[in-house]
């Protein structure tokens, strides 16, 4: 077959160093969109970025030739830079050190997008804590919680 077709949906997930809640509205409005672009800028698809003030949630199409890692290493650097030049008084933000990324079939890409939309009403009722959790028992992914937060 001479042509490589892909269909690589990632839903990814980080918070703000230590969780601080940092993503004001303010902040959130305009932080996101410039994600997006970063996205584009690595030839992938941000479907919808969303999350309350101390973490955000990413629906991604990713081309066949990106790695996550080097996609969210660079994601993550250019924005919380971003974030030091347009917010002065925001030196300390940072993102935390790691992040959650799990695969979605196209079949149930529009359900993750509802669920990354809904962040807010989700967290009046449920930690970021607990749904990360949730997430990678979901998954099937073995953790210690312990460690998790450390």
């Known amino acids: 077959m001479p042509h490589t077709f892909a269909c690589l949906l990632v839903h990814v997930v980080f918070s703000t160093k230590d969780r601080v809640r940092d993503l004001s509205p ?3 409005s305009r932080l996101f969109p410039y994600m997006g672009g970063i996205v584009r800028e690595l030839k992938g698809a941000p479907l919808i970025i969303n999350g309350p003030a101390d973490h955000v949630h990413l629906l991604l199409s990713i081309p066949a030739t990106a790695s996550i890692a080097a996609l969210l290493r660079v994601l993550k650097t250019n924005s ?3 974030v030091h030049e347009q917010f002065l008084a925001r030196k300390r933000f940072a993102w935390q050190a ?3 990324a799990f695969t979605v079939s196209g079949s149930k890409s529009d359900d993750v997008r ?3 939309a809904s962040q807010e009403a989700r967290h009046r009722r449920v930690s970021f804590q607990e ?3 949730t997430l990678l028992k979901k998954h099937g992914l073995e953790h210690d919680a312990a460690d998790i937060w450390g």
Do not use: T
């Open 26 to 28: 303010e902040l959130a």
């Open 80 to 82: 919380s830079r971003w």
């Open 98 to 100: 790691g992040y959650g």
């Open 114 to 116: 509802s669920y990354v």
């Open 131 to 133: 749904e990360f959790l």
